[in-house]
């Protein structure tokens, strides 16, 4: 392992990055960070002009403690200015008076099932005074039509200002996808029908951007003509050109679950292979005079070319940066530290934009090249082959291994699940991956040769269908994914110090790096159990914002009942979308599925029917949850006609029942109503009304979010 003297730029990154975190979960006041980096500046020239540091060695300290100082507060300075700029944005966008609305398309439209998705640049305002030249970033829905279908990169259209800030999640531990949209610096959204906007101005035939994107759309037709059809050239697509929109779902999962996700995007393994090809094929400049320089500025060129192709992603960008330094060392005669050329690379995209770090592919891609460069040589010393075959098999196995080891935290934290089979996986789909790059390469190059062109795409056609019947079968092998994982930050933070002292106690042998080693791995275990202990005492209802639909969630300690209308068959990935997340942080059983509709007609004359819970047990549209009682109201309840009002702890009102809340209060005593989301906006918002008038505790769900209720454990 290097020293860290060897390798200033990592030195000068930690403390850059610590202050972008720190401005992410802080938010501290722009001002005050840009004043105490110009008075810690001014200080330190100060210091300098007097020469109290170079002249005193015993102070020396000073220097470094005002150089790291100084790179917090930048990557400080530098993050708040971003959300400044972007606040100041956003109030701009959504200000009453605005009247109209410019902006230009800046990402290939999605095709949605309801709807055109892209993201627009702002260029103008206009309100009721004047134009205002506008910036920041929006994500527009287009209502499908005829037009919408034809926009590309480059197009300016004119709408009318219906910009929504996006909502904050409204289910507990739900997806944020306000905050991963901030760090995009996109803050505002919006649905247009058709006569809600205008196209003004078609793309240039001419611009970077325009000539990628059609670059692109142009080599998948190529390949499309030449018979690669389906799935195979969805994983093409996405292999080698970085176009991931037409990847079906069941196909997606089957990578993600083999742990083979990687390949299909485009990420430093990909502009890795590109480089190699072309330093190969540009290998005879060196021959000639001023060769190196000639190599290395056509290498950096076409590694941008193929980095703006394949969309400018995070991993991308990184790993296009990278290799661009390491093609400039090379040009210079510089044999500069690996870690110096990731650091810098880091270290431009960061200035270029700090909230980059929060990328969970720019923090996976990272970490994967960390891993693969300090973990992967003394994996694959541990073996010694002597034939040419196991020993390449064995260095792609240490490959996988090394960058497992580096990314599986991030991906318990992000992901939750981890893939079993990944060194299988890995030393089938890499060296495939490979191969389709290579020849895709070759393929789409001679295509314009009748029959060259046609049998190469044969051979890429089979090549790729190999591919997805080795992943499927992969995804199909018992225990092949372990899913459901509670994971927490904490938690990647503990694994990390425990993966980096046993590497420290490898490379140096010291036995206290052992002990540190065993030490946060024995917080991690700790923590863990506790956190799993102290989850056996929860008791909860939960009514979940599910639009369209009732869900009641009953968890009981690890136990886990949903009583709901949706239909698993049809909108599982839906229903797991809400409620997935906050299932693997309560840290719960498989869920328990229970038909509401089925279980009110079915056991509409019975006494009473127990759910595989004897705390929790159903009458008709009455449940009681230990000493919790629950009514539920639809839009085929009949009142009765009974003097008695009924006492209710939790009064449930679904599917747009036409009851008024009045007509509710004269059966009914609750102490909580609930209207949950499988009632309409209209419907929701007249029972709220109508509950305020009448000084009733009133919960509307799709306006509220969910309803959670603990409930005290009774012994």
């Not at 993050?79 to 606040?87: A, D, I, M, V």
């Not at 999640?169 to 205008?198: C, G, M, T, V």
């Not at 082959?385 to 580096?406: D, G, H």
């Not at 890499?430 to 029959?451: C, D, E, H, N, W």
């Amino acid at each position: 392992m290097q020293q860290l003297n060897h390798i200033p730029l990592l030195r000068l990154l930690i403390p850059f990055i610590l202050g972008i975190i720190g401005v992410v979960y802080l938010k501290p006041n722009s001002d005050y960070l840009i004043l105490s980096l110009g008075i810690l500046v001014i200080f330190f020239f100060g210091l300098l002009l007097v020469k109290k540091i170079n002249a005193n060695y015993k102070i020396r300290w000073l220097f470094g403690i005002f150089i790291y100082a100084s790179l917090i507060l930048s990557g400080a300075s530098l993050t708040s200015l971003k959300y400044k700029n972007t606040n100041n944005t956003s109030k701009l966008l959504t200000e009453k008076n605005n009247q109209l609305l410019i902006g230009e398309i800046i990402e290939p439209p999605q095709n949605k099932a309801k709807s055109i998705k892209t993201v627009l640049n702002i260029k103008g305002i206009k309100t009721q005074s004047s134009w205002i030249e506008g910036t920041g970033k929006v994500i527009i829905y287009l209502q499908k039509d005829s037009l919408s279908d034809k926009l590309n990169v480059g197009d300016v259209i004119s709408f009318e200002p219906k910009l929504k800030n996006v909502p904050p999640p409204k289910n507990p531990n739900e997806f944020d996808f306000r905050k991963y949209l901030s760090f995009h610096l996109i803050h505002q959204q919006a649905y247009l029908r058709s006569n809600n906007w205008k196209l003004v101005q078609q793309s240039p035939t001419t611009g970077i951007f325009k000539f990628a994107n059609n670059s692109r759309k142009y080599l998948i037709k190529t390949l499309e003509e030449k018979g690669i059809k389906g799935k195979e050239l969805a994983v093409a697509s996405a292999l080698i050109l970085g176009y991931k929109d037409s990847i079906d779902a069941q196909l997606k999962s089957a990578y993600s679950s083999a742990g083979a996700m990687h390949v299909l995007a485009v990420s430093g393994l990909h502009v890795g292979v590109i480089f190699l090809i072309f330093s190969q094929l540009f290998s005879f400049f060196e021959k000639i005079k001023y060769g190196k320089i000639i190599k290395g500025v056509l290498l950096i060129i076409i590694l941008w070319v193929y980095a703006l192709l394949t969309g400018l992603s995070p991993s991308v960008m990184r790993a296009a940066t990278m290799f661009s330094f390491i093609v400039v060392a090379k040009m210079t005669n510089r044999n500069s530290s690996f870690f110096n050329t990731l650091a810098a690379s880091a270290l431009v995209l960061l200035i270029y934009n700090p909230l980059l770090i929060m990328e969970v592919g720019f923090q996976l891609s990272y970490m994967a090249v960390i891993g693969i460069v300090i973990i992967q040589p003394w994996i694959n010393d541990r073996v010694t082959l002597k034939y040419w075959l196991p020993r390449k098999v064995w260095e792609i196995t240490a490959v996988s291994i090394a960058a497992q080891i580096a990314t599986f935290p991030l991906g318990l934290l992000y992901f939750h699940q981890f893939p079993n089979y990944f060194m299988l996986s890995n030393l089938i789909v890499i060296p495939l991956a490979i191969g389709i790059l290579y020849l895709g390469i070759i393929t789409l190059s001679l295509s314009f040769i009748p029959v060259v062109g046609e049998y190469l795409a044969l051979g890429l056609n089979y090549i790729i269908q190999f591919l997805n019947a080795s992943v499927n079968f992969i995804d199909s092998l018992p225990y092949s994914l372990s899913e459901n994982i509670r994971f927490s930050v904490t938690d990647t933070w503990l694994v990390y110090l425990f993966i980096i002292f046993i590497i420290t106690l490898i490379a140096y042998r010291k036995f206290k790096y052992l002990l540190f080693g065993c030490c946060f791995i024995a917080v991690f275990l700790m923590s863990t159990f506790w956190v799993s202990f102290s989850g056996l005492d929860q008791r909860k209802i939960i009514i979940y914002n599910i639009p369209q639909f009732s869900a009641i969630n009953f968890i009981d300690g690890a136990d886990n009942i949903l009583v709901s209308d949706i239909k698993l068959t049809q909108n599982r990935s839906k229903l797991m979308f809400h409620v997935q997340n906050n299932w693997i942080n309560n840290g719960v059983d498989k869920e328990k599925v229970v038909n509401l509709d089925h279980l009110i007609k079915k056991y509409s004359l019975s006494n009473i029917y127990r759910i595989s819970n004897r705390n929790l047990f159903t009458k008709r549209n009455y449940f009681q949850f230990y000493d919790t009682k629950i009514a539920i109201i639809d839009n085929k309840y009949q009142l009765s006609h009974s003097s008695d009002k009924l006492n209710i702890d939790l009064l449930l009102l679904t599917k747009n029942t036409q009851l008024s809340i009045k007509e509710i209060l004269s059966q009914f005593n609750p102490k909580q109503i609930v209207v949950d989301a499988s009632n309409s906006s209209y419907t929701s918002q007249r029972l709220k009304d109508e509950a305020n008038e009448y000084e009733v505790n009133c919960w509307v769900v799709l306006l509220d979010g969910a309803y959670i209720k603990n409930i005290n454990q009774i012994t």
